[in-house]
Nanobody, 122 residues
Framework: QVLLVESGGGLVQAGDSLRLSCPAS????????MGWFRQAPGKEREFVAA????????YYADSVKGRFTISRDNAKNTVYLQMNSLKPEDTAVYYC???????????????WGQGTQVTVSS
């Protein structure tokens, strides 16, 4: 009942920045937490960042702290991921996800987007 569509990925060089966007539609009132995940080739999907939809509290993976910033615009039903100082190891398909749970820690999310490719060259 919630549709998520990521955009903003691309091919950049190390040190560059990108901003990913993920507007939500459908039963958006059921969303308590929104998050970003990523999956690199040959690796498991990993958690990147999460934000409380109402309060704006955030939680980050250690690998992106200080470089990535998650934010949301409730009026636009959109969550963003600002990625600065990108590294080749950030290369992955990035997925937007929504959860009906208020828990910001790693957990099973209920809705997922289709993913957007981020490629960082060295």
């Amino acid at each position: 009942q919630v549709l998520l569509v990521e955009s903003g990925g691309g091919l950049v060089q190390a040190g560059d920045s990108l901003r990913l966007s993920c507007p939500a539609s459908g039963r958006t009132l059921s969303i308590a937490t929104m998050g970003w995940f990523r999956q690199a080739p040959g690796k498991e999907r990993e958690f990147v960042a999460a934000i409380s939809w109402s309060g704006g509290s955030t939680y980050y993976a250690d690998s992106v702290k200080g470089r990535f910033t998650i934010s949301r615009d409730n009026a636009k039903n959109t969550v963003y991921l600002q990625m600065n100082s990108l590294k080749p190891e950030d290369t992955a398909v990035y997925y937007c996800a929504a959860s009906t749970s208020y828990y910001l820690g790693i957990h099973e999310y209920d809705y997922w987007g289709q993913g957007t490719q981020v490629t960082v060259s060295s």
